[in-house]
């Protein structure tokens, strides 16, 4: 299977999953916003890479409006030259509108990121030399007042089939990608890629996720994942 393949039948995968309130509304940006998307694996995804990098999922200012994993607009149009339109949701939040690259909120996590990429690497196409970053699931879950609710924060018998996709879909990109690392952008996603990656011959690694509500990455994100890298064996 290659990575188109696999974002198909992801998608096929999650059509018929249900979520109850809390959770009033779900996007799947791979379906509104799959020509940004397309062109991103077109672009940059390619096998073998020595590192994949695993987020959680979508954000509302990210992936949600771009298809791009941790998809900060700015850096998805001006950095990795990805410019495709985007469609909207099928039941769309008031609060959490999708507006596509002319979206002008930042996504902070995504701003980190690709900012540390573009700074120690340059070029886009220097960075997905070595790197190719995704998300383990695609959706996102929104509640009533437009709060944002995460996979793990899912009721058990919402979560179970949510993840058992998903991880399929993880294990065959990895299967895929063959990279010697597979790194999870924080806990939760280091645990589904250890979780997914099976049998494959892959070092599983954990890096601080770069949320601004997560304390430590408000300390100098860029300096630490420098030496989680190093203490994994990748050298920068």
């Known amino acids: 299977m290659n990575l188109t393949s696999i974002t198909n039948r ?8 249900v979520f109850q309130p809390p959770v009033t509304h779900v996007y799947n ?3 509104y916003a799959r020509r940004p998307y397309d062109r991103y694996l077109k672009t940059y995804g390619r096998a073998p890479v020595e590192i994949v990098l695993v987020g959680m999922n979508p954000g509302p200012w990210g992936m949600a409006q771009t298809g791009i994993p941790f998809g900060e607009v700015s850096a998805v ?9 985007v469609g909207k949701p099928a039941h769309e939040h008031p ?30 196409e220097t960075f997905f030399t070595r790197f190719f970053v995704i998300n383990y699931c695609p959706l ?17 018998a ?17 299967a895929f990608i063959a990279p010697r690392f597979a790194v999870g952008i924080g806990a939760f996603a280091a645990r589904r ?4 990656a099976g049998e494959l011959d892959t070092t599983i690694g954990q890096i601080t996720h770069p949320s601004p509500a997560n304390p430590r990455a ?19």
């Open 158 to 174: 919402e979560r179970t089939p949510l993840i058992k996709a998903c991880d399929r879909a993880l294990h065959d990109t990895l």
């Open 10 to 17: 992801l998608i096929k995968d999650l059509e018929p999953l």
């Open 77 to 85: 149009r001006e950095w990795m030259k990805i410019d495709a339109p």
């Open 95 to 124: 609060k959490r509108p999708v507006e596509g690259l002319a979206c002008a909120r930042s996504e902070v996590s995504g701003r980190r990121l690709w900012g540390w990429a573009q700074e120690t690497f340059g070029a886009a």
């Open 218 to 236: 408000n300390r100098g994100w860029g300096a630490f994942i420098k030496e989680e890298f190093r203490q994994m064996g990748v050298t920068l």
């Open 29 to 31: 940006p791979l379906v």
């Open 193 to 196: 890629v250890k979780a997914a």
């Open 140 to 156: 996102l879950f929104f509640e009533a007042g437009g709060r944002n609710r995460t996979p793990d924060k899912l009721p058990v």
